[in-house]
Nanobody, 125 residues
Framework: QVQLVESGGGLVQAGGSLRLSCAAS????????MGWFRQAPGKEREFVAA????????YYTDSVKGRFTISRDKVKNTVYLQMNSLKPEDTAVYYC??????????????????WGQGTQVTVSS
């Protein structure tokens, strides 16, 4: 079992930055990868970024490339999402999740098994 707790969300002006944290406990070491998803009002859950727990390879959706950086600290069992140059369209609830297996379908929410409660990110214009 894995428990995930997100933090770091808040209100920021366009162009600003936030760093989200996802503290994990339990069998995090057995997870293949961890990812960030977001869901805005009236929209479907969207893949943002993922990182392989062991090797550290990263993957991003096109809309955040060059602005967001995902990283992990294996000692602290924590994954981060550094968000720079934030835009109003980044406004959403951001969720951290674990992925138990590897495949090319890492952008699909159903590939992930454990989820955090989410943290709200609001970017004002």
């Amino acid at each position: 079992q894995v428990q995930l707790v997100e933090s770091g969300g808040g209100l920021v002006q366009a162009g600003g930055s936030l760093r989200l944290s996802c503290a994990a406990s339990g069998r995090t070491f057995s997870s293949y990868a961890m990812g960030w998803f977001r869901q805005a009002p009236g929209k479907e859950r969207e893949f943002v970024a993922a990182i392989r727990w062991s090797g550290g390879s990263t993957y991003y959706t096109d809309s955040v490339k060059g602005r967001f950086t995902i990283s992990r600290d294996k000692v602290k069992n924590t994954v981060y999402l550094q968000m720079n140059s934030l835009k109003p369209e980044d406004t959403a609830v951001y969720y951290c999740a674990t992925r138990p297996r590897g495949s090319t379908w890492y952008t699909k929410f159903y590939e992930y098994d454990y989820w955090g409660q989410g943290t709200q990110v609001t970017v004002s214009s």
